[in-house]
């Protein structure tokens, strides 16, 4: 047994390896090349995930971890980007490749931005003590080896420094040109003392793409966060947000995921500071054999601090919706109130929705509730409103944009969630029963 | 005018006849009610009429103004002027009010080749339309029938109603759950749509209602059949006496 379970890890190692050596990381200063070594040699002793992997059961990880990237036609829409209609710091990448061309000049108040290729080329920069650490506190209990290749590896990404409110959002707006293209990107974010920023993201980033995004949120800090995960209908993608919180600071985050072949979003989220608070919501639409799983990890080490998770999982024709998530209250954290709900919303019988939600308490004053449910359209719903005369398809969608519409109201700004719900309304009409 | 004929229903899942030959008639711009036992089979078809899944139609036949309902579903039923105030109506959390019955004005104009309302049109018709029914403008604003009273809900079916204009419009229990002044409301809305076309059939277990909406007939219903028609006095009389001496009769 134990030798069996040694040339498994091995293989996995190998794996690992196969894809990266110390040769292959990308060039930069002192300081982000020894964070990358430090990275990739934790990998070596992760390994990549397995299938046997118990965090990894409802997803296969293997088309995430193989050596290349199985190219994803191109998809060709008439539809108009997101968040066009807001005033933003738009900056562009294509296929993962930051394009100065087309991003608006790197200036704003209360902002300090740069590139990673910029920041990660000198030869000290703040970043050294957050670049990887939020990644690195984020493998306990759980390993995260995508992530952790990714801090070993990525070259492309923003670094920000947040001082005040800064009054657009910065947007990241994801381009892709080629069906093979394989793309890594690390965005670090620092909330100082009473900042507050709004960080977008949308667009189809490449045929496979592996984020990470790690935000330190400083005491009364704010950070927002709204993101589209596009139609791509044969992308693969592996996501990773890391988000410290200090005292009385905002957390939240959204995400919209709308088909696409492959989609893992982990979330590790550590309440630190008393009186934070942390929302991670995130509505997915699967018509199609694609799968989409949200992973979340939500950390409660200090005292009255609240954490919300909501998600919602409309899904059908051979799609599957997957939620793991859990809330760990600490010894000491007394006053948390933790609450967590995902729902699937099957529209066949070929669709499945798989949840896995955990709660593990440590502290007697605590207020957490969770639930998750599964199940088909309304059909005493849909009755009433087809007696009104609206016929059975506009009816069926008008429910399925109802049932969505709990995770939409975790974003806090109008026009985002308005833009988010366009969205969906559209997809819903171009889906229709 | 409804036309129900020898209507025989069974439910779908279990062979268990509900309907055992219903046979009844509203002629246009009469006020039908109709009474009977719990369990007797009254909601049973008000749904069948508006096309609930469920129930399986073993035999007769309706029709309204000639047009043969069973076959079609229930938005085209709708589309063409039937109209079901539910006992109990459905709460739709997600779904504001107000869309709600934009979509359902617009999707039965839509229907019949007429043209939508404006967003301006339409807010001007309800906005009247409501305050004659006390609902205002927030319990507009709330998901369908979401932490409503009952009493609200009642209101509102009749505020759905009072929008969609149907030429035939069943009210089953719509009395129940409302206090004295609430009846009175909806009393005058249903009275307000009377124009000497439009029918009403009124399912409804007490008298009172009777005394603000003047029935031309009154039938009772048990066990799946109509077992006596008569004038507003079988109100009464049910009402005073109970239903004991009327099932004896026909036993
Ligand atoms: N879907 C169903 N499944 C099982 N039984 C049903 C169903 N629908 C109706 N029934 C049964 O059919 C009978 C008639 O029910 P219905 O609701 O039509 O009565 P009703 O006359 O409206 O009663 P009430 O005055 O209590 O509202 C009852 O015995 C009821 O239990
Ligand atoms: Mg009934």
Redesign the pocket.
């Known amino acids: 047994m134990a030798l069996a379970r040694k040339a498994l890890f091995e293989a996995k190692t190998a794996d690992a390896v196969a894809r990266v050596g110390i040769a292959d990381l990308p060039r930069g200063g002192k300081w982000i090349s020894e964070i990358r070594q430090t990275a990739l040699m934790r990998l070596h002793a992760q390994g990549m995930p397995g299938r046997r992997d118990e965090y990894w059961k409802f997803t296969r990880p293997d088309d995430l971890a193989s050596r290349d990237s199985i190219p994803a036609k191109l998809l060709v829409t008439d539809e108009k980007p997101m968040f066009t209609d807001i005033d933003r710091l738009r900056l562009v990448f294509v296929d993962g490749v930051f394009d100065a061309e087309q991003s608006d000049p790197l200036v704003e108040e209360n902002l300090e931005i740069e590139t990673l290729a910029e920041a990660g080329a000198r030869d000290i920069h703040w970043a050294r003590d957050l670049y990887g650490v939020l990644v690195q506190r984020g493998q306990s209990p759980v390993d995260r080896p995508f992530a952790t290749l990714n801090t070993a590896i990525a070259a492309e990404g923003v670094v920000i420094r947040v001082t005040g409110k800064v009054a657009r959002p910065v947007s990241l707006h994801y381009k892709r040109k080629n069906a093979h293209s394989d793309a890594w990107l690390h965005n670090l974010i620092k909330v100082e003392i009473g900042g507050d920023v709004t960080l977008l993201e949308n667009g189809p980033a490449a045929a496979r793409i592996n984020t990470v995004l790690e935000v330190d949120v400083a005491d009364g800090g704010a950070f927002h966060h709204v993101r589209a995960q596009g139609r791509d209908h044969e992308r693969r993608a592996t996501t990773h947000i890391f988000a410290r919180l200090g005292t009385e600071s905002t957390f939240k985050s959204f995400t919209l995921t709308v088909n696409g072949a492959l989609t893992r979003n982990e979330c590790v989220i550590e309440l630190l500071g008393d009186d934070a608070h942390a929302t991670v919501a995130g509505a997915s639409v699967g018509d199609g054999v694609f799968h989409q799983d949200d992973t979340v990890f939500i950390t409660h080490d200090a005292i009255n601090c609240e954490s919300r998770q909501v998600f919602k999982k409309v899904l059908r024709n051979g799609a599957t919706g997957v939620f793991q998530g859990k809330i760990l209250v600490k010894a000491g954290a007394q006053k948390t109130d933790g609450y967590q709900i995902s729902q699937g919303l099957l529209l066949d019988d070929d669709s499945q929705f798989l949840a896995k939600p955990e709660l593990e308490i440590y502290a007697d004053d605590v207020a957490c509730s969770h639930g998750s449910t599964v199940g088909a359209i309304d059909e005493n719903a849909l009755f009433y409103l087809m007696s009104r005369g609206i016929p059975r398809a506009l009816a069926q969608n008008m429910l399925v944009l109802s049932f969505l519409a709990a995770a939409l109201e975790e974003i806090e700004a109008d026009p985002l969630r308005d833009d988010i719900r366009d969205r969906l309304e559209r997809w819903v009409e171009r889906h229709h029963a | 005018m409804l036309k129900i004929e020898n209507l025989h229903v069974k439910l779908e899942v279990e062979d268990k006849e509900i309907l055992k030959g219903i046979t009844l008639t509203v002629p246009d711009g009469e006020v039908h009610a109709i009474m009977g036992p719990n369990g007797s089979g009254?909601?049973t078809m008000s749904y069948v009429l508006s096309g609930k899944n469920g129930y399986q139609v073993t035999g007769g036949s309706a029709h309204l103004d000639g047009t043969n309902l069973l076959d079609m579903d229930p938005d085209e039923r709708a589309a063409i002027g039937l109209f079901l105030a539910f006992?109990y109506p459905v709460e739709i959390p997600g779904v504001g009010n107000m869309t709600f019955l934009r979509t359902a004005v617009n999707s039965q104009r839509k229907a019949r080749g007429e043209k939508e309302l404006s967003s301006g049109e339409f807010l001007k018709l309800i906005r009247a339309k409501a305050a004659s029914l006390k609902i205002d403008a927030e319990m507009l604003k709330r998901p369908v029938n979401v932490g409503f009273s009952g009493g609200e809900k009642k209101r509102n079916e009749i505020l759905q109603m009072a929008m969609l204009e149907p030429k035939m419009c069943i009210l089953?229990?719509t009395d129940s759950g409302l206090d004295v002044d609430a009846m009175k409301l909806v009393s005058e809305g249903v009275n307000a749509l009377r124009d000497g076309k439009r029918s009403f059939l009124v399912?409804t277990h007490y008298q009172r209602l009777l005394d603000h909406i003047k029935p031309d007939v009154v039938h009772i219903m048990a066990d799946g059949r109509i077992i006596k028609s008569g004038g507003p006095d079988l109100a009464l009389e049910v009402e005073n006496n109970g239903y004991a001496d009327l099932l004896a009769e026909v036993a």
């Open positions: 009254k909601s006992q089953d229990e399912i």
